[in-house]
């Protein structure tokens, strides 16, 4: 498996639920991200790790905890959503300090929240 | 902080027709500028970065320090064009990516 991988693809979970999303990337980067893409806000950064310490959290709500246990993996764990919350999640990384260095992307996790 | 405008929402062009995504930005610093593309149930890719000053799939991009732009461009759209377009300043510290909020391509036989 190469580039970034988002497991799972497809999430459906009740209110009261406490579900993981799981990121791996296989980049050698040192840098890993969480993205909310809905029709409201297309691309919303909620979490960074850079260098395994995160480094921005944007007043994003607690129900959502990011987890980063190495440079090669990334969790959401979620509790007690919202429908709002209902979204795709998008994971990525990059290597910090190459000058231009880009994101890549994994597919996603479709999460809708009942 | 970084902000990042892109005023349309949805660009519909004909096939053969010149076509310009917008894009302008806010920043402290020297910018360094991505254009992002998701085509439909694909992962968002890079499409090209104002540094490397290429053209991919014919588009380009000119950064205008003075206009604070760097607006997507392509002579004649293709109908494979069509996806969503996101530009993305590369945030302090190199460490973060902030996107705009895109703009729909539908190219139309």
């Known amino acids: 498996e190469t580039g970034v991988t988002q497991t799972p693809r497809h999430l459906v979970m009740g209110m009261t639920n406490k579900k993981s999303l799981k990121c791996e990337q296989h980049?050698?980067?040192?840098?890993m991200y969480w993205y909310k893409q809905s029709a409201k806000k297309p691309l919303e950064l909620m979490f960074v790790?850079?260098?395994?310490?995160?480094?921005e959290n944007n007043s994003v709500p607690s129900r959502f905890s990011p987890e980063c246990p190495n440079s090669s993996h990334l969790f959401l764990h979620l509790h007690t959503l919202q429908p709002e919350d209902s979204a795709l999640y998008l994971c990525?990384?990059?290597?910090?300090?190459?000058?231009?260095?880009?994101?890549?992307f994994g597919q996603g996790t479709r999460l809708t929240v009942v | 902080a970084q902000r990042v405008t892109q005023p349309e929402k949805l660009l519909s062009v004909f096939k053969g027709a010149p076509v310009e995504l917008k894009c302008n930005y806010s920043y402290s610093g020297s910018p360094e500028l991505f254009w992002y593309v998701q085509y439909s149930r694909q992962r968002l890719q890079l499409l090209l970065r104002?540094?490397s000053r290429e053209s991919i799939k014919g588009f380009t991009a000119d950064l205008n320090k003075g206009e604070t732009s760097f607006h997507l461009k392509k002579p004649f759209a293709q109908e494979e064009d069509s996806a969503m377009y996101y530009c993305a300043p590369l945030g302090d510290n190199f460490n973060k990516f902030y996107f705009g909020s895109g703009t729909k391509l539908n190219v139309k036989p």
């Open positions: 980049l050698g980067h040192n840098a």
């Open positions: 990525a990384s990059s290597q910090v300090g190459v000058v231009s260095a880009e994101a890549f």
């Open positions: 104002h540094i």
């Open positions: 790790y850079s260098l395994e310490e995160r480094v």
